[in-house]
């Protein structure tokens, strides 16, 4: 029992002394796998959902559309900078001012919702198939109610937004967290807003059906 309790410590001194690593690590591999899951989704969707046959076209859609993206600019600097840095956070991303103070414990949670966030997201996508495009609507569109869009109507966004926001504690990183909030704000003009009047108008008392079976948008129990 000794040897196990030693062998137990030895493998925990290590992981967090690789901690910044591995957190560099699960960052990067959610980027590329979300890169790639989304191209190999969305030629998919092209191939056999059909064409995108309706999609929002006004000032603020097209506004909150480029928001979204721009607000993931800063971990990709991130994911770009840290090799140079030991794979530490830089200077200037830590600096004065925008770091919280996390236990080594509590980042190592934070890595394993991380982990687990990045695999819902490709279990997510899977559920939607065919049906995807960024927020257009599909000739052969179909309301998806299965997997996790059984418990909230847009899980894509709860897994980015749960993910973001354990990843900016992972970092104790202030300006990480608030750009969390604003993707939050943004994900839910987009979702409410834009994409479900959409799906209303295509689908009507069906899709509003789903809406009764499924009250919460983005996350099951708060919103």
């Known amino acids: 029992r000794s040897s196990s309790c030693v062998r137990a410590c030895t493998l925990l001194q290590c992981l967090m002394a690789l901690l910044d690593q591995l957190i560099w690590a699960v960052i990067t591999g959610n980027i590329i796998l979300t890169v790639i899951t989304v191209r190999r989704t969305l030629k998919s969707a092209d191939e056999k959902g059909g ?120 970092l104790g990183n202030l300006v990480f967290i608030a750009l969390t909030l604003v993707h939050v704000v943004s994900l839910y003009i987009k979702a409410a807003y834009f994409e479900e009047p959409l799906l209303l108008q295509r689908f009507g008392d069906e899709y509003r059906r789903y809406q009764k079976r499924v009250p919460y948008r983005l996350c099951w129990g708060i919103i």
């Open 51 to 170: 064409k995108v046959v309706s999609m929002p076209s006004s000032s603020g859609y097209r506004i909150i559309n480029a928001l979204v993206p721009l607000t993931t600019l800063y971990p990709a600097v991130y994911m770009l900078a840290a090799p140079f840095y030991a794979f530490k956070q830089p200077p200037w991303f830590a600096s004065d001012g925008m770091v919280l103070s996390v236990s080594d414990v509590s980042r190592v949670l934070c890595l394993a919702v991380m982990v687990v966030t990045a695999c819902c997201g490709s279990w997510t996508w899977s559920a939607l198939g065919t049906s995807y495009h960024p927020i257009g609507v599909r000739e052969k569109h179909k309301v998806v109610s299965t997997g996790p869009y059984a418990w909230v109507r847009h899980p894509m966004y709860c897994w980015g937004i749960l993910n973001w926001f354990f990843t900016g504690i992972s």
